[in-house]
Each structure stands twice: as C-alpha cells, then as structure tokens.
C-alpha cells in the first residue's frame, strides 16, 4: 500500500504541474488575446446596444 501511495503522490505533482503548465501558458494568453481584442470589444458594443434597443422597446413600444 506505501508503494501505491508515494505512486499516487508522484502522479499528481505530475499532473498538477501539467495543469498549472496549460493554464499559465497555454489558456491565459489565449483568453487574454480574446478579452483584449478589438472583435471582442465590437461584439459587446453591438450587444449591449442591442440590449439597450430591447428594453427600451419593451418599456416603452
């Protein structure tokens, strides 16, 4: 059983150190590029004035 458990422990530093890996290198400048980028900013703009454009309808049309 002790040699089952030091396995395990060794997996999953392994594993955690591949996900923390993934996370900071590869998804964050990804997600980040996305947030930051200039589509992104024209697709929220165009939503929210679409948004706007409904409820001013529903309340008042």
Do not use: H
Not at 30 to 41: I, M, T, W
């Amino acid at each position: 059983m002790c040699l089952f458990g030091k396995y395990w422990k060794k997996l999953s530093r392994l594993f955690n150190r591949q996900l923390d890996y993934f996370l900071d290198n590869k998804l964050l400048p990804a997600v980040e590029r996305l947030l930051f980028s200039q589509n992104f900013a024209r697709f929220i703009q165009r939503n929210s004035k679409q948004a706007t454009e409904e409820v001013i309808e529903f309340q008042y049309g």
